[in-house]
Antibody, heavy 122, light 108 residues
């Protein structure tokens, strides 16, 4: 089955760290860019970070630069998000999502995990 | 950064109605506009990509239009399962793939 499954969420104190994982199956993981997208309780979607298939290109939204690190292990079909110096405003459901590649360009995200909740207490 | 503005923020409609949600980009994005549906407690689902292309498996009552800065998602003949929140997203400004704030479609 083609799927993404996140894990690693939980309750952490402000200033703490957490590592999220995203396990992929059913497709050639290394061929796709993967993204982290978060959604604060009752709020909209926010793109957080992206990594290309070969890890050559990595990008972050400004609010997490220097605190979050995205990485992947293609041999294990896994994506990670190391989150340090967590703040209350990082509280959200975190989704991993796959590139919808159309002629080599990203045309949305066509496969999403179920999400994992990160709660940062102040 | 490119800002995406959806309207309306919420909408009430009845089963069988035709509804249109609009999305405006703060600068031209050609046709790099995608639409998602999200139901409570679930992950978003890609409906439309490249402004007007229907994702595989999505019912044909969904359609997208527009280019440049102004886009629309139209659902003709609303079904009970269509009541959800809809988001637009631009993928023109790599990789700052900003989303609109969402439009909640509710049953009248």
């Amino acid at each position: 089955e083609v799927q993404l499954v996140e894990s690693g969420g939980g309750l952490v104190k402000s200033g703490g760290s957490l590592r999220l994982s995203c396990a992929a199956s059913g497709f050639t993981f290394s061929s796709y860019g993967i993204h982290w997208v978060r959604q604060a309780p009752g709020k909209g979607l926010e793109w957080v970070a992206s990594i290309s298939g070969s890890s050559s290109y990595i990008f972050y939204t400004d609010s997490v630069k220097g605190r979050f690190t995205i990485s992947r292990d293609n041999a294990k079909n896994s994506l990670f998000l190391q989150m340090n110096s967590l703040r209350a405003e990082d509280t959200a459901v975190y989704y991993c999502a796959r590139d919808n590649l159309i002629q080599g360009a990203t045309a949305g995200f066509d496969l999403w995990g179920q999400g994992t909740l990160v709660t940062v207490s102040s | 950064d490119i800002q995406m503005t959806q309207s309306p923020s919420s909408l009430s409609a009845s089963v069988g109605d035709r509804v249109t949600i609009t999305c405006r980009a703060s600068q031209a994005i050609i046709n790099s506009l995608n639409w998602y549906q999200q139901k409570p407690g679930k992950a978003p689902q890609l409906l439309i990509f490249a402004a007007s292309r229907l994702q595989t498996g999505v019912p044909s009552r969904f359609s997208g239009s527009g280019s440049g800065t102004d886009f629309a998602l139209t659902i003709r003949s609303l079904q009970p399962e269509d009541f959800a929140t809809y988001y637009c997203q631009q993928t023109y400004s790599t990789p700052l793939y900003t989303f609109g704030q969402g439009t909640k479609l509710e049953i009248k």
